[in-house]
């Protein structure tokens, strides 16, 4: 019954920004490490962000400065700001959800940057 479903991916020009957000069920939300992950055609999921229980964020490095994960405990909920989005971070992104040894993901979102 545990649920993550990811949403606001879409098409976007070369520059533009998008809003994700993971919506979680079936977790205590709080304690759970959030993640977001992307994959592209033929190549490795990668680390994008992720934010600790506590509310510590991490990012790729690619990603500093352009991108800002937060989280918000109320509504169970996680989103990931992207900024100035380039062409090669067109992917599925995913959402994860962790405790310990224990990981959820969603399905993930589509995000397509061209022009």
């Known amino acids: 019954q545990v649920q993550l479903v990811e949403s606001g991916g879409g098409l976007v020009q070369p520059g533009g920004s998008l809003r994700l957000s993971c919506a979680t069920s079936?977790?205590?939300?709080?304690?759970?490490?959030m993640g977001w992950y992307r994959q592209a055609p033929g190549k490795e999921r990668e680390l994008v962000a992720s934010m600790s229980s506590g509310g510590s964020a991490t990012y790729a490095n690619s990603m500093k400065g352009r991108f800002t994960i937060s989280r918000d405990n109320a509504k169970n909920t996680v989103y990931l700001q992207m900024n100035s989005l380039k062409p090669e971070e067109t992917a599925v992104y995913y959402c994860n959800a962790r405790l310990g040894a224990t990981s959820y993901w969603g399905q993930g979102t589509q995000v397509t940057v061209s022009s």
């Open positions: 079936g977790i205590i939300f709080r304690f759970y490490a």
